[in-house]
């Protein structure tokens, strides 16, 4: 081959879009729970996965490639590599993101849109919904289901949040996107004397009052339905935004922050945390960084950038906390 054609074939196996979609189609169909620990032929896979024969074997073949699968005769089995996509009752399966028809499958394919972003500064999700990400899951329906069963528990140095030391004296909050509740969950059981409300758009709220009731936690959890952007519940000790802002741009960031200082007034106080890549990881994960640049409004906010907004919207900044991968911002009505 000549060193031009090993360049261009560089460059377009670095492009290709089919071995992702194979993989995805594989765990999609749930091909190697079907296989198991067996052997089955053509016929039986199409029959188990409802799809064409033909071009299910063009699939299997080229899992085979892949090293997936194996053949022997008209029979396919997983290999070492193909056992590992197989659920196992109760165990956490990592492989719910390649799921093209799961929430989170279908978000990752919105990487098709990246040029919207690059060309309008909007996330890929404007390009592919014509909305942000959560307006879509909202209006889509149907999923509160696939929300409560993929409920994580808060991540990203979370301690930065919980342990803050607003806690120890607050009453009540409300948790100002708070999604299905996991965090509220963790605020009510470290604090007894904490009450949560969870404001989200309804089908999260719907999945944050299933987990309170589950839990029998409803008498000091209650989730409500809405729009952040609408007047919030007034008078509460502490408007906690944690992982928000990145989602909006500097104009309906303070929007958002505007509405919690009204409903906090002067005494309360707005606990805002965001969920940050450092500059060194940001420069070693490029492809992580560019991910979320496509997927959110502003991923790279600083400190100072959100001091910054905060006085923009009348708030002044005290305490600041800061983690690896988190940063808290206790804020107060000017
Ligand atoms: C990145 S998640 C953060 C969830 C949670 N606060 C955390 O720390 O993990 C953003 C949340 O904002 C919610 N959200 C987006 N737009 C909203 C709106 N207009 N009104 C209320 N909630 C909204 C989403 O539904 C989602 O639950």
Same mark, same amino acid.
Not at 111 to 123: W, Y
Not at 263 to 269: E, I, K, M
């Given at each position: 081959m000549s060193a031009d054609m090993a360049l261009h074939q560089k460059i377009i196996s670095m492009a290709d879009l089919v071995t992702p979609m194979a993989v995805r189609a594989a765990v999609t169909l749930r091909i190697a729970d079907h296989v198991g620990t067996g052997q089955l032929p053509l016929q039986e896979l199409a029959r188990l996965t409802a799809t064409m024969p033909r071009p299910l074997e063009k699939l299997l073949k080229h899992l085979v490639t892949l090293n997936i699968l194996s053949q022997d005769g008209d029979l396919y089995q997983l290999t070492e590599l193909g056992a590992a996509l197989r659920r196992e009752n109760g165990r956490f399966w990592p492989f719910e993101s390649l799921d093209v028809e799961g929430l989170m499958g279908r978000t990752e394919l919105s990487a098709i849109h990246l040029l919207h972003t690059l060309r309008t500064g909007e996330s890929v999700y404007h390009g592919m919904y014509g909305t942000d990400l959560w307006a879509h899951v909202n209006e889509?329906?149907?999923?509160?289901?696939?929300?409560?069963?993929?409920?994580?528990?808060?991540?990203?140095?979370? @301690?930065?949040?919980?342990?803050?030391?607003?806690?120890?004296?607050?009453?009540?909050?409300?948790?100002?996107?708070?999604?299905?509740?996991?965090?509220? @969950?963790?605020?009510?059981?470290?604090?007894?004397?904490?009450?949560?409300?969870?404001? $989200?758009?309804?089908?999260?709220?719907?999945?944050?009052?299933?987990?309170?009731?589950?839990?029998?936690?409803?008498?000091?959890?209650?989730?409500?339905?809405?729009?952040?952007?609408?007047?919030?519940? @007034?008078?509460?000790?502490?408007?906690?935004?944690?992982?928000?802002?990145?989602?909006?741009?500097?104009? $309906?960031?303070?929007?958002?922050?505007?509405?919690?200082?009204?409903?906090?007034?002067?005494?309360?106080?707005?606990?805002?945390?965001?969920?940050?890549?450092?500059?060194?990881?940001?420069?070693?994960?490029?492809?992580?960084?560019?991910?979320?640049?496509?997927?959110?409004?502003?991923?790279?906010?600083?400190?100072?950038?959100?001091?910054?907004?905060?006085?923009?919207?009348?708030?002044?900044?005290?305490?600041? $906390?800061?983690?690896?991968?988190?940063?808290?911002?206790?804020?107060?009505?000017?």
């Amino acid at each position: 081959m000549s060193a031009d054609m090993a360049l261009h074939q560089k460059i377009i196996s670095m492009a290709d879009l089919v071995t992702p979609m194979a993989v995805r189609a594989a765990v999609t169909l749930r091909i190697a729970d079907h296989v198991g620990t067996g052997q089955l032929p053509l016929q039986e896979l199409a029959r188990l996965t409802a799809t064409m024969p033909r071009p299910l074997e063009k699939l299997l073949k080229h899992l085979v490639t892949l090293n997936i699968l194996s053949q022997d005769g008209d029979l396919y089995q997983l290999t070492e590599l193909g056992a590992a996509l197989r659920r196992e009752n109760g165990r956490f399966w990592p492989f719910e993101s390649l799921d093209v028809e799961g929430l989170m499958g279908r978000t990752e394919l919105s990487a098709i849109h990246l040029l919207h972003t690059l060309r309008t500064g909007e996330s890929v999700y404007h390009g592919m919904y014509g909305t942000d990400l959560w307006a879509h899951v909202n209006e889509v329906g149907n999923v509160e289901d696939e929300l409560w069963s993929h409920a994580v528990p808060p991540g990203f140095d979370i @301690e930065v949040v919980t342990r803050h030391p607003c806690w120890k004296e607050a009453r009540t909050a409300v948790d100002v996107g708070g999604h299905t509740g996991a965090l509220a @969950e963790v605020l009510i059981s470290e604090y007894p004397a904490l009450r949560v409300t969870v404001l $989200d758009l309804p089908v999260f709220a719907n999945v944050a009052q299933r987990r309170f009731s589950a839990a029998g936690t409803a008498d000091r959890a209650t989730a409500v339905g809405g729009s952040f952007f609408d007047p919030l519940p @007034e008078g509460a000790d502490v408007y906690l935004l944690s992982a928000i802002l990145a989602d909006w741009d500097d104009a $309906d960031a303070v929007r958002l922050l505007r509405n919690c200082a009204q409903a906090a007034g002067p005494q309360g106080r707005i606990l805002l945390s965001e969920v940050c890549l450092s500059e060194r990881v940001r420069a070693v994960d490029t492809g992580m960084a560019l991910w979320l640049e496509a997927v959110m409004a502003d991923p790279d906010r600083t400190i100072d950038d959100l001091t910054a907004l905060a006085a923009e919207a009348g708030l002044e900044t005290g305490r600041v $906390d800061e983690a690896m991968t988190r940063v808290a911002l206790e804020l107060r009505v000017r």
